[in-house]
């Protein structure tokens, strides 16, 4: 199959002038102009009339979670809702009409709630009208459940994390978390995977990390993430990671490249899970620290010798401090140069000190981030000001710093935790609550598009060049392509046309951001917005 898409503007380092290119199956063989794409137009399956449009590389979602973010479509959302009060008439609402066999509801966040508070069991149970209901935090690593779901699952009740008012997190919620997908059918989760997979193609994304573990999906999700993309080729391309210590032989019998991703350090801030070396402002409690540097070490070691990638899921700076020192003493076993072929990862990273990030960019490990994060919960009166005290907050999602120390960068979702707007997370890193912290567009676009190949060990993707894998987004823009630079201190040379830097959408937060109207994953169209191209 050839297509060439020519009449626009083509983001590749190759060519700042190119407005024309040709795909051949999986790949490109070909940028250049208009008047030079004449030579393919004869060959070629479909040629494709821009109008003017921008073509990137389809972008690289490196932190998802695929039956859960296509679950969310048959589950309550509460992230517009504005007070308890509120996201109980319409839990009750959505209970009357809810198909699946458990009532499922998202992002919950009682922060932004004038009640300050969680759900109680009993408001659940009267809510739902004693059907058995899961009812997660936005971030979750805590939920809700109904005494119906304790009446299916009792053993819950002794587990650690466990509050009579049914409050369930750490140990508890992983035990709640399993027993919901249980709950539902094989069938529910592959639909729910096709969905997730469909929407990030329209979303301008041609890959996603798996980041599987217990208590985040099923073993099984990955034969059905199989099942799925063997029955649709042309939706996005999956990489799995199982996040288990120990995990070495699983992840490979599941066909992962990792025993990585969501294997958990500790928990997250909104629930007070994350560990931290000083207690929350709010609350006497400095979370929890699930593992040691002794069980980071080993299972480096492990997964280094394996020829598999390590990773854990990281956010308060006690669990920092541990992961770091388990790299330090693995460096120790098998040596810097073999932790740096590796290309180890850990996730989210969001308090990291300046000599931990020197450490982690020497042992060669990326750091998988999400810029939504700090869009939605950092700043001085938001989440993190309001569970951690303004200081801390401020030093939260450190992007330029880690940058600045060598640490490559992979930008993600965590979906259904924050959405798949990858056009979002670029303008949230560059336009980051703290002034310090901002990267530039050019910066993050590149962390969410070639970050997310090297993330997954593969260098020869996320870009437009000849040879590169044909994996291509067409956007509308809505505004001009500028080389923009929201931190003053970047030289003005790159914003001058004469250095021939390649273009980029201007993402002032007062703009609309870009449209996706095509996605190609490896040559294969993967979503194409009806009418909008001839």
Sequence with gaps: MRILLRGGYVHTPADPHATALCVKDDAIVWTGDDDASAHFEDGADRVVELEGRLVTPAFVDSHVH???????????????????????????????????????????????????????????????????????????????????????????????????????????????????????????????????????????????????????????????????????????????????????????ALGCLGAAGDLCMDGAVGSRTAAMRVPYADDPTSGHLYLSADDVARHVVACTQAGLQAGFHVIGDRATDEMVEGFRRAAETVGVPALVMARHRVEHLEMVAPEQMQLLATYGVTASMQPMFDARWGGTDDLYAQRLGVERALAMNPLASLARAGVALAFGSDSPV?????????????????????????????????????????????????????????????????????????????????????????????????????????GVVAHEREGALT
């Design 418 to 522: 924050t959405p798949f707007d990858p056009w979002g997370g670029v303008r949230a890193a560059a336009w980051h609550h703290n002034e310090a912290e901002r990267i530039t567009v050019r910066a993050a676009f590149n962390a969410y598009t070639r970050g997310g190949w090297r993330a997954s060990a593969r260098d020869e993707g996320g870009v437009i060049a000849p040879g590169a894998p044909a994996g291509l987004a067409v956007w509308d823009v809505h505004g001009d392509l500028v080389v923009q630079t929201p931190d003053a201190r970047v030289a003005a040379w790159s914003t001058d046309p004469r250095a021939g830097v390649p273009h980029l959408p201007d993402l002032h937060p007062d703009l609309d951001l870009p449209t996706c109207v095509m996605t190609l994953v490896n």
């Design 66 to 252: 695929l039956s859960q973010t296509g679950i969310a479509a048959s589950s309550i959302d509460f992230s517009d809702v504005s007070s308890l009060a509120e996201a109980l008439d319409a839990l009750a609402a959505h209970a009357r009409t809810a198909a699946l066999p458990v009532v499922l509801g998202l992002n919950w966040d009682d922060t932004r709630w004038p009640e300050g508070r969680p759900f109680t069991r009993e408001e659940v149970d009267r809510a739902v009208d004693g059907r058995v209901a899961y009812l997660a935090r936005v971030d979750a690593h805590s939920a809700v459940v109904s005494s119906a779901f304790v009446d299916r699952l009792p053993s819950v009740v002794a587990a650690d994390g466990w509050t009579p008012d049914g409050l369930v997190s750490r140990a508890a919620n992983i035990e709640a978390r399993e027993a919901v997908f249980a709950m539902l059918p094989g069938s529910a989760h592959e639909d729910a995977i096709a969905r997730a997979l469909a929407d990030a193609a329209a979303a301008g994304i041609g890959m996603v990390h798996e980041n599987g573990a217990p208590g985040d999906s099923p073993a099984e999700d990955f034969e059905r993430i199989a099942t799925v993309t063997a029955a649709h080729p042309g939706l996005p391309e999956v990489v799995g990671y199982w996040g288990m210590l120990d995990g070495i032989e699983q992840a490979r």
